[in-house]
């Protein structure tokens, strides 16, 4: 089946828009971070949406090429097995996906100084798997 750039276009907009704003909250700093509930509670929601529109361009991208992941973190693995993202991004992405889903079914249990770090260094692996998936779905 054809890949839905429309779609994938979407999604891959959504996590820029969400990566602009984490980029933010990181200049307003870490002192800053930890102490506003608010940054951190707008943090947490939008590694969430970020991590989110990647699985949903990554379980898009594979099922449409045959293959049905088994779960978050596997869907990025499939992604590298299909050659869309080199192997070493696909296991950061799905370090990535498993902290979504503490942040999700754990969340009273965050180090609010591992979110900072995250946002700080991590995301560009959401940036990175921008570009890969925007280079793929143009060879398409």
């Known amino acids: 089946m054809e890949i839905d750039r429309e779609l994938v276009e979407r999604r891959l907009a959504e996590i820029k828009g969400a990566l602009v704003e984490l980029g933010e909250i990181v200049r307003a700093g870490k002192e800053e971070f930890l102490s506003n509930s608010l940054l951190r509670n707008a943090a947490k ?37 299909l050659g869309v993202v080199e192997k070493d991004l696909a296991e950061r992405l799905a370090r990535m996906a498993r902290f979504r889903n503490v942040l999700v079914h754990r969340y009273w249990r965050i180090d609010d100084e591992l979110v900072f770090e995250i946002m700080k260094k991590d995301t560009r692996d959401l940036e990175e798997f921008v570009r890969a998936v925007g280079e793929y779905v143009k060879r398409q």
């Open 45 to 81: 929601y939008l590694l969430i949406t970020a991590i989110e529109g990647a699985f949903s361009v990554c379980n898009h991208i594979s099922v449409r090429m045959g293959r049905v992941p088994k779960s978050y973190a596997d869907c990025f693995k499939t992604l590298a097995e």
